[in-house]
T-cell receptor
Framework: AQKITQTQPGMFVQEKEAVTLDCTYD???????LFWYKQPSSGEMIFLIY??????QNATEGRYSLNFQKARKSANLVISASQLGDSAMYFC????????????FGKGNQVVVIP | SQTIHQWPATLVQPVGSPLSLECTVE??????LYWYRQAAGRGLQLLFY??????ISSEVPQNLSASRPQDRQFILSSKKLLLSDSGFYLC???????????FGPGTRLTVL
């Protein structure tokens, strides 16, 4: 079964607007971590934000915030005030358990920011 | 600060030829190291990871192998490449507690 699901089609976003990228996950482990990465056309995977399963508050990192809904098993990424440089693929990933070296990645969401 | 390097950046190889991709990390000691492959238009697949020199865990059985001859060096190899080995190969590192993974710039491999 797929651990991470990202099913949105490619998205066009107006510059300066906010965009929400959906991510749902599947795990029975009470301890897990959720990550979002950005992959621009250059290919490098850039870490954006992390949410631990026991974290009480939603993670925020500059213009990035994570809408963590534990009961729904969703961890949506919100990018506020989109910039042209935000155009990229965005990947959601999960690590199950503590000290686990395996990250399960979703298939990604394509975002294109238009001026 | 920590930096991670990969080379070469791009590689075109014929089927049946050997492969050696190198990854090095600077600015940290005893990192966990990872090799991922990304096929076109898809997510990342973990191939190998290492928690120390000479310690390699394989996630996917295939004709690739990995080695860690030094603390901050991770090498991905193959004796004979297949067409299906084409893809984008990313190396990553994390702290010893296996927390956030940070990725290198990647190597784009095309097998013809």
């Amino acid at each position: 079964a797929q651990k991470i699901t990202q099913t949105q089609p490619g998205m066009f976003v107006q510059e300066k607007e906010a965009v929400t990228l959906d991510c749902t996950y599947d795990t029975s482990d009470p301890s897990y971590g959720l990550f979002w990465y950005k992959q621009p056309s250059s290919g490098e995977m850039i870490f954006l934000i992390y949410q631990g399963s026991y974290d009480q508050q939603n993670a925020t990192e500059g213009r990035y915030s994570l809408n963590f809904q534990k009961a729904r098993k969703s961890a949506n990424l919100v990018i506020s005030a989109s910039q042209l440089g935000d155009s990229a693929m965005y990947f959601c990933a999960m690590r199950e358990g503590r000290g686990n070296n395996r990250l399960a990645f979703g298939k990604g969401n394509q975002v294109v920011v238009i001026p | 600060s920590q930096t991670i390097h990969q080379w070469p950046a791009t590689l075109v190889q014929p089927v049946g030829s050997p492969l050696s991709l190198e990854c090095t990390v600077e600015g940290t000691s005893n990192p966990n190291l990872y090799w991922y492959r990304q096929a076109a238009g898809r997510g990342l697949q973990l191939l190998f990871y290492s928690v120390g020199i000479g310690q390699i865990s394989s996630e996917v059985p295939q004709n690739l192998s990995a080695s860690r001859p030094q603390d901050r060096q991770f090498i991905l190899s193959s004796k004979k490449l297949l067409l299906s080995d084409s893809g984008f190969y990313l190396c990553a590192w994390s702290g010893a507690r296996a927390d956030t993974q940070y990725f290198g710039p990647g190597t784009r491999l095309t097998v013809l």
